[in-house]
C-alpha cells in the first residue's frame, strides 16, 4: 500500500488507478492531517425480480392464529 500526497499523486492519477485495478492494492493519498483511499468498486448483482405471487400466502386465519399463539409461547419471544 502507496502513501502520496495530493500534489505527488495529481501528475499520475491515471497510472495509479491502472495499478489499482491491476494488483488489487489500494492507494493511500494524504492531505494535510486527513487521508483518502483509491480503491476499486465491484458493483453488487442486482436482486432478482420475483415473478407475481411470490410471496402470496395460501394460509387461512385458524393457521395466523395457531402461529401467533406459538410465537407468545416462544421463549425467545423478545420484549
Given at each position: 500500500?502507496?502513501?502520496?500526497?495530493?500534489?505527488?499523486?495529481?501528475?499520475?492519477?491515471?497510472?495509479?488507478?491502472?495499478?489499482?485495478?491491476?494488483?488489487?492494492?489500494?492507494?493511500?493519498?494524504r492531505r494535510g492531517k486527513r487521508f483518502v483511499q483509491l480503491s476499486e468498486y465491484v458493483v453488487p448483482e442486482a436482486i432478482p425480480q420475483r415473478p407475481v405471487g411470490y410471496f402470496a400466502a395460501e394460509e387461512t386465519p385458524a393457521e395466523y392464529e395457531r402461529a401467533n399463539r406459538l410465537a407468545a409461547l416462544s421463549p425467545d419471544r423478545p420484549e
Open positions: 500500500m502507496d502513501y502520496l500526497t495530493v500534489t505527488s499523486a495529481k501528475p499520475k492519477l491515471g497510472r495509479l488507478m491502472d495499478r489499482v485495478l491491476k494488483k488489487g492494492e489500494p492507494v493511500i493519498i
